[in-house]
């Protein structure tokens, strides 16, 4: 099976009519309406770094859209297209199904069409180049944060690093943590609905200390969060509790929820979105004016936690 039958077999698909070319040329042509903006980013996933090969072809695919979903979540974008480059050892025909089948799962359910992409020979690595759209000049920016500003964390967090520990040690997983580590949800409802709300937002792909951090540096402020008001898992917090371990909520990555920032005055449009899409988002702290990222409840250092 060469490059070109692999494309027509498992990664053909019909698109939305704004696509006036898909996949099948040197490029793909797409309609633009001038009251937006483009978003675009792009994240490779390589075995062995961001998966192991021990996981399933449907989770791998589902992560690779799944994590590049998410930023056009934290920007809040409409998700509109992707490309899809693709290296693979060997044509495994079992494999490539299970593949394309989640990524076209994933993809219908975000409603995100596939346009254009690469297949080559090589080391197992996948990247994804994502296109959404913004409203022109509606973005939510790592920038924005003021001080004064009310910090929110959606869903749970330390889930994602909690299941890679028990994987790494060999202890028996527990489904929904490991659920989070290898099928994260993107929010792109929760993006959505915090444009024109919030001031600055990221999702948390590195652990929340260090992409809150983002926030505070290109806004050029500090917060203070506190740990008692971080949204954990009864698994997590039954962890913590035996362990201590903080920097397994602060510092471990891979939960991909959004941590954002808005004017006191929209705290009830916050809880309007929590109750409208039944997520829930803990307010954990403040943005200050100055002073770094101080954390209340906490004092060590989880910088050496990251590649734990
Ligand atoms: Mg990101």
Redesign the pocket.
Known sequence: MNEFSIIDKYFSWNCDNSVRVGVGDDCAVIELDSEYQIVTSVDTLIEGVHFSSSNSAADIAYKSLSVNL??LA?MGAIAKYFTLAISLPRVDEKWLSEFANSLKQIANKYNIDLVGGDTTKGHLSITINVTGFIERGKSLLRSGAKPGDLIFVSNNIGDAAYALRQKQRNEPATLSAMNRLNTPEPRLSLGRSLVGIANSC??I?DGLEQDLSHILNSSKVGARISTDRLPLSKEVSEYIESTGDWCIALAGGDDYELCFSVDKRNKKNVHQIESDLKIKLSEIGVITPNGGLIVDGFSADCSSYRHF
């Open positions: 998410s930023d934290a990221i999702d792909s």
